[in-house]
């Protein structure tokens, strides 16, 4: 079991930016691949970011390109969002997920899912 807790959310303005963190606990986190999800209300959750098991390799989803960067700290067993350029199509909870596999996109493929924290971007 991994138990993931995200945190770093909250209400800004469009053009601000926000970190944030998802700390793990339980198996050894550097053995999973994370992602970033997010769901807005109405919509279906869906993928935001993913980064391998040592960080080396990220990939995002087009939406966020270039505004967003995951990272990981293996040894703090923490995962981050770095969130730039926030407009208020990025209002949504967000979640930190883990996989036994890299590179995914499907929420399917992720076993391990945080609470979430939520993201409110005033235009």
């Known amino acids: 079991q991994v138990q993931l807790v995200e945190s770093g959310g909250g209400l800004v303005q469009a053009g601000d930016s926000l970190r944030l963190s998802c700390a793990a606990s339980?198996?050894?986190?550097?053995?999973?691949?994370m992602g970033w999800f997010r769901q807005a209300p109405g919509k279906e959750r869906e993928f935001v970011a993913t980064i391998t098991r040592s960080g080396s390799i990220t990939s995002y989803a087009d939406s966020v390109k270039g505004r967003f960067t995951i990272y990981r700290d293996n040894a703090k067993n923490t995962v981050y969002l770095q969130m730039t350029s926030l407009k208020p199509e990025d209002t949504a909870v967000y979640y930190c997920?883990?996989?036994?596999?890299?590179?995914?996109?499907?929420?399917?493929?992720?076993?391990?899912w945080g609470q979430g924290t939520q993201v409110t971007v005033s235009s």
């Open positions: 339980g198996r050894t986190f550097s053995a999973y691949a």
């Open positions: 997920a883990a996989s036994g596999l890299s590179m995914k996109t499907m929420s399917a493929y992720y076993d391990y």
